[in-house]
């Protein structure tokens, strides 16, 4: 498969021109982030939490995001919920299992949520996706510990075993559908010195799915735009506070001449 920076271009302006509707059942401490970015991309984000309310605002969305970053049993049982309305419908459906492998609650929640439907792709950090794997991880709170490149014969295992694409954060990024892998090597350190960059790249490879419904390229084209929008941002930030802000417009501002002057797609 060819990596061609014109498709992603392509998909950023059907995002731009359709505004699909997000729905995200996400976490407090990234909420913010995670739908100015949307909002930045030409995306509509919406959170509907609620048990009374999830299956409707599924139902109308284009694509459902689902992040375990902040559990609590109700909003456990809306992702429940909200799988099975986006499952009828034919909906995609990203899933970030924030913190798998840190407690045996969330590793515990993490497979609970994946062996109650399909799920579309799975974007999570190295220790995340080694967690679901079934293997023990050092895992620091919810940050990552391992290195993606160490760790591609279990995303591919993973990608196989769930039948969905694996997007695996970190320097190097790595997408895999188990037959294919692809590595991106874009991005800044300083995208791990803001919270949320994580669920960014969730709620963008939802926006990507909703007007592509390829999960391999959905899922390549938020990994490369994320670090491509990384990179450009660190040259326009003194340090993470700026760098968010960087980022954001960096985002809104993304250029075709730009993802082809910093596009590095490496394909094993």
């Given amino acids: ?13 059907a995002i ?20 100015n970015s949307l909002l930045a991309i030409g995306a509509s ?32 049982q809306a992702m429940l919920l909200a799988i099975k309305m986006a499952n009828g419908k034919g909906i995609p459906i990203v899933f970030d299992p924030v913190g798998a492998g840190a407690t045996p609650y969330r590793t515990q929640t993490a497979k609970s949520i994946l062996n109650h439907g399909s799920i579309t792709v799975i974007r999570g950090n190295a220790s995340e996706i080694v967690a679901l794997q079934g293997d023990q991880c050092l895992t620091k709170g919810v940050d990552n510990t391992l290195n993606p490149c160490d760790c591609i014969e279990k995303a591919k295992a993973l990608a196989i075993e769930r039948k969905c694409t694996v997007s695996m954060s970190g ?27 994580g669920c960014t790249s969730t709620a963008l490879t939802g926006s990507f799915l909703s007007v592509n419904r390829d999960p391999l390229l959905s899922a390549m084209h938020a990994a490369i735009l994320m670090g491509i929008v990384g990179d450009i941002a660190a040259q326009n930030s003194n340090g993470p506070g700026s760098f968010k802000i960087a980022f954001t417009d960096a985002l809104h501002a993304i250029s ?10 490496e394909i094993l």
């Fill in 171 to 197: 320097k190097t990024d790595v997408v895999t559908n188990g037959a294919s892998v692809f590595l991106i090597h874009n991005g800044h350190t300083l995208m791990s010195k803001v919270t949320g960059m």
């Fill in 16 to 35: 731009k021109k359709f505004s699909p509707l997000i729905h995200n059942i996400t976490n407090y401490v990234v909420m913010e982030q995670t739908a």
């Fill in 45 to 76: 984000p919406v959170m509907a939490h609620a048990l009374e309310e999830v299956e409707d605002m599924t139902m109308n969305a284009n694509s459902l995001v689902l992040n375990i970053g902040t559990l609590s049993s109700s909003w456990i």
């Fill in 256 to 265: 075709l001449e730009e993802i082809v002057k910093h596009m590095h797609v």
């Fill in 1 to 13: 498969m060819k990596i061609d920076p014109h498709n992603l271009w392509s998909d950023i302006q």
